[in-house]
């Protein structure tokens, strides 16, 4: 069932950096490292990444986890990624990227998406569960053939961002059916490319790369690579997933009714199912589940935990704790001041390019504490979007809630969530929820640990919980309902700035 003598290493390649660790079946989480890249925005909408900068960054980060854990390290035996979903890395003929890797903020596709015929919108939507976007990676190759041809033209695969790593760690191109199932190409019911309508959006099928579970073995370390990290030659690759995905398993996300959140970069609220309801289709992203058969559905808030940081930085703050006090001071509900966590557009239930943030009802009696705290409610409000969302297609929920990443740091912001939703928490203590996903992927697949389940109960570890307060709940359900009246009435109001 388990082996406590070897580990397994989950790497994920996030937005702004990457995360490695080393999970002990028989112990949990050993250790971690990090190392960061850097984002490149050269023209308006344009969120870009210099792929050699992700292997560099993840060579750094490998070599800093063997310094710090060369015991635990020295006995890896299984290798499984982690990566941000629909970005596009355009490789040749001889696996050489072509340019730099447009991301999933990356937003210069709405016109390609535009021009997509309702016909074929209708067919796309029906076999994808997906309404095509810019942050898709459909719109991506789009944008490519129509805008840089020449790209186009000498690019042999377009890959997923975490397979560009799994490219360098073993030679081998492909990607799997949890990150493939969110680039609005992928035939979510024949778990397959939706080829026939690749081919009448005038796309070339071979860029799409094989598919495989999560799971799976696809390569071995290579003989190069075990030089420069350290990892032994031959070690096997599992393919993994998407951070979400990802994060789903490292959240326990693997049975129906157990519901996920987090506030990172972005926000989410994931949940498990054994299939996939077509009422959630626009509202929420469907995914393949990294266990084979599984789908989960996700909601998101792009830049929930992006917003505070934004803030954060504007005011000059040295650290979140300074925010977090600032905003204890003031009253549930902000004193009539909403935020609209929208920087870069919205998710859940709206999906929209052009949305953008927002403070409203501002007035002369509002100061700093009160910016920050309506910016927590705000992405909690957002959040429960995710949820009303999943109750609507009668997804099973059961309470407590389970609540990571950084917002989960922040006892202000927990207990704000908790009222928001109107459910009881349980904080997860352990960090990299996405690293932890993958490396339990690598302990399934090799046979190192017997279940998604088991490992869970492994390597997570739970904190405290969280009790709604009925008073500031009540509040907070009649301030939901007009924070959910915002978008609709916005909508029309959303223009495109004037590129620079």
């Given at each position: 069932?388990?082996?406590?003598?070897?580990?397994?290493?989950?790497?994920?390649?996030?937005?702004?950096?990457?995360?490695?660790?080393?999970?002990?079946?028989?112990?949990?989480?050993?250790?971690?490292?990090?190392?960061?890249?850097?984002?490149?925005?050269?023209?308006?909408?344009?969120?870009?990444?210099?792929?050699?900068?992700?292997?560099?960054?993840?060579?750094?980060?490998?070599?800093?986890?063997?310094?710090?854990?060369?015991?635990?390290?020295?006995?890896?035996?299984?290798?499984?990624?982690?990566?941000?979903?629909?970005?596009?890395?355009?490789?040749?003929?001889?696996?050489?990227?072509?340019?730099?890797?447009?991301?999933?903020?990356?937003?210069?596709?709405?016109?390609?998406?535009?021009?997509?015929?309702?016909?074929?919108?209708?067919?796309?939507?029906?076999?994808?569960?997906?309404?095509?976007?810019?942050?898709?990676?459909?719109?991506?190759?789009?944008?490519?053939?129509?805008?840089?041809?020449?790209?186009?033209?000498?690019?042999?695969?377009?890959?997923?961002?975490?397979?560009?790593?799994?490219?360098?760690?073993?030679?081998?191109?492909?990607?799997?059916?949890?990150?493939?199932?969110?680039?609005?190409?992928?035939?979510?019911?024949?778990?397959?490319?939706?080829?026939?309508?690749?081919?009448?959006?005038?796309?070339?099928?071979?860029?799409?790369?094989?598919?495989?579970?999560?799971?799976?073995?696809?390569?071995?370390?290579?003989?190069?690579?075990?030089?420069?990290?350290?990892?032994?030659?031959?070690?096997?690759?599992?393919?993994?997933?998407?951070?979400?995905?990802?994060?789903?398993?490292?959240?326990?996300?693997?049975?129906?009714?157990?519901?996920?959140?987090?506030?990172?970069?972005?926000?989410?609220?994931?949940?498990?199912?054994?299939?996939?309801?077509?009422r959630a289709v626009g509202a929420l992203w469907p995914l393949c589940h990294p266990h084979p058969g599984g789908y989960a559905w996700l909601g998101c808030s792009y830049t929930g935990g992006a917003s505070l940081r934004w803030l954060r930085d504007i005011f000059s703050y040295d650290s979140f704790r300074e925010l977090c006090t600032e905003a204890e001071g003031v009253a549930p509900g902000s004193e009539g001041l909403f935020f609209a966590p929208w920087l870069e557009g919205t998710a859940t239930p709206s999906p929209d390019a052009s949305a953008r943030g927002a403070y409203i009802g501002?007035?002369?009696?509002?100061?700093?504490?009160?910016?920050?705290?309506?910016?927590?409610?705000?992405?909690?409000?957002?959040?429960?979007?995710?949820?009303?969302?999943?109750?609507?297609?009668?997804?099973?929920?059961?309470?407590?809630?389970?609540?990571?990443?950084?917002?989960?740091?922040?006892?202000?912001?927990?207990?704000?969530?908790?009222?928001?939703?109107?459910?009881?928490?349980?904080?997860?203590?352990?960090?990299?929820?996405?690293?932890?996903?993958?490396?339990?992927?690598?302990?399934?697949?090799?046979?190192?640990?017997?279940?998604?389940?088991?490992?869970?109960?492994?390597?997570?570890?739970?904190?405290?919980?969280?009790?709604?307060?009925?008073?500031?709940?009540?509040?907070?359900?009649?301030?939901?309902?007009?924070?959910?009246?915002?978008?609709?009435?916005?909508?029309?109001?959303?223009?495109?700035?004037?590129?620079?």
């Open positions: 069932m388990t082996n406590r003598s070897v580990t397994s290493l989950g790497i994920d390649l996030g937005t702004s950096s990457v995360k490695v660790l080393i999970l002990d079946p028989g112990e949990g989480v050993i250790g971690t490292a990090s190392a960061g890249y850097e984002l490149y925005t050269s023209h308006f909408g344009w969120v870009e990444q210099d792929p050699h900068e992700w292997w560099q960054s993840t060579l750094c980060a490998l070599n800093g986890l063997r310094e710090k854990h060369p015991a635990a390290y020295g006995v890896i035996r299984a290798v499984s990624l982690s990566g941000q979903l629909n970005g596009a890395v355009f490789v040749d003929g001889g696996s050489r990227c072509l340019r730099n890797v447009p991301i999933w903020l990356d937003h210069r596709a709405e016109a390609e998406c535009a021009m997509i015929d309702a016909g074929l919108a209708s067919r796309l939507r029906e076999r994808t569960l997906s309404t095509v976007t810019p942050v898709n990676t459909l719109a991506k190759l789009l944008w490519m053939r129509d805008h840089e041809p020449e790209i186009y033209d000498n690019a042999a695969k377009v890959l997923l961002p975490k397979d560009w790593i799994r490219l360098q760690l073993t030679g081998s191109l492909g990607t799997d059916f949890s990150d493939a199932s969110v680039t609005a190409a992928l035939d979510l019911s024949e778990r397959t490319w939706a080829f026939d309508l690749i081919e009448e959006l005038g796309l070339r099928p071979p860029l799409f790369p094989d598919l495989s579970e999560s799971t799976a073995v696809v390569g071995e370390i290579l003989p190069e690579v075990a030089a420069e990290t350290g990892l032994a030659a031959g070690t096997p690759v599992c393919a993994g997933g998407g951070d979400m995905p990802c994060m789903a398993v490292g959240s326990g996300v693997v049975e129906p009714g157990i519901v996920g959140l987090g506030i990172g970069t972005a926000a989410h609220a994931i949940a498990y199912t054994e299939e996939l309801d077509a501002l007035t002369l009696r509002h100061e700093r504490g009160h910016l920050i705290r309506a910016l927590m409610e705000g992405v909690a409000f957002d959040l429960r979007q995710s949820l009303e969302c999943f109750l609507a297609i009668e997804l099973s929920v059961s309470t407590p809630l389970r609540f990571g990443e950084g917002g989960s740091r922040s006892a202000l912001w927990c207990q704000i969530v908790a009222d928001v939703m109107g459910r009881d928490l349980q904080i997860i203590e352990t960090e990299d929820l996405s690293a932890v996903g993958a490396a339990l992927i690598a302990a399934v697949g090799v046979g190192q640990v017997a279940d998604f389940a088991m490992g869970a109960e492994i390597a997570i570890v739970m904190g405290d919980r969280v009790e709604v307060d009925p008073d500031r709940c009540k509040l907070y359900d009649e301030a939901f309902q007009r924070y959910r009246d915002l978008y609709p009435r916005l909508q029309n109001w959303f223009i495109t700035p004037v590129k620079s």
